[in-house]
């Protein structure tokens, strides 16, 4: 079972049993439970206020769907991960959710430890999909990449990026994990996630979405 020990989570679901419940078994693994909400503007205000390290957020909201829940604080601070958790499996709601910012997507069929496990990876910055969903966002980004985008990035006073980050920019393209890149340049999970970090910040990027899309468009997901 995965231990939250340390991380500040917050829960999100209109339905106040199902919302209690995945409080109780977070807290109970070791989570801080820093706040839970039942509806869109009630999330934003709290998550605002409590500032947790990963928001596990359901979609179907009432004031305020959790798609914009999402984008709304994301947007405010990129630094904070989102897991959506949510009874729907259909691809539009997927690719919406990750569109506005969120770090993975897990059905409510997924078991606690899934869950756990989900959870404690989203606050690495580890994109987590239920089975089945991480081929499909991967194949959207591709999709993305061969839509016309401006081409500020290749301005003269474009910002630059170290070879590691270029490297680091590489293998998120092709959809490995922060784990997984940590492993493949044998350096630690903590240097991955600044790297990426680093990345956005150079290039006025907000999420995973708009750099791997970035990375496309100039095929560093090739071999």
Not at 19 to 36: M, N, Q, W, Y
Not at 171 to 190: D, T
């Amino acid at each position: 079972m995965s231990d939250g020990t340390g991380l500040r989570v917050m829960v999100v679901d209109d339905h106040p049993m199902w919302r209690d419940a995945v409080a109780r078994d977070l807290a109970e693994a070791g989570f801080e439970v820093v706040a839970t909400a039942g509806d869109g503007p009630q999330a934003v205000r709290r998550a605002q206020a409590a500032a947790p390290d990963v928001l596990v957020l359901d979609l179907n909201l009432p004031g305020l769907p959790g798609v914009q829940v999402c984008k709304q604080l994301v947007g405010a601070d990129p630094s904070l991960r989102v897991l959506v958790l949510s009874a729907s499996g259909e691809h539009a709601d997927v690719l919406e959710a990750v569109k506005s910012g969120a770090t993975g997507y897990l059905l409510k069929s997924a078991s606690t430890e899934e869950l756990l496990d989900a959870v404690t990876r989203t606050a690495a910055g580890d994109p987590v999909f239920t089975p089945g969903l991480a081929g499909l966002v991967l194949g959207e980004y591709r999709r993305l990449a061969t839509e016309p985008t401006p081409a500020a990035a290749d301005e003269p006073d474009a910002p630059r990026l170290t070879e590691r980050e270029t490297e680091v920019l590489r293998l998120v393209a092709k959809g490995l994990s922060y784990k997984q890149i940590a492993e493949r340049l044998v350096i630690s999970h903590r240097t991955v996630q600044n790297h990426v970090q680093n990345t956005l910040g150079k290039l006025q990027l907000h999420n995973r979405v708009e750099l791997v899309r970035y990375a496309i468009e100039r095929g560093l997901d090739g071999v």
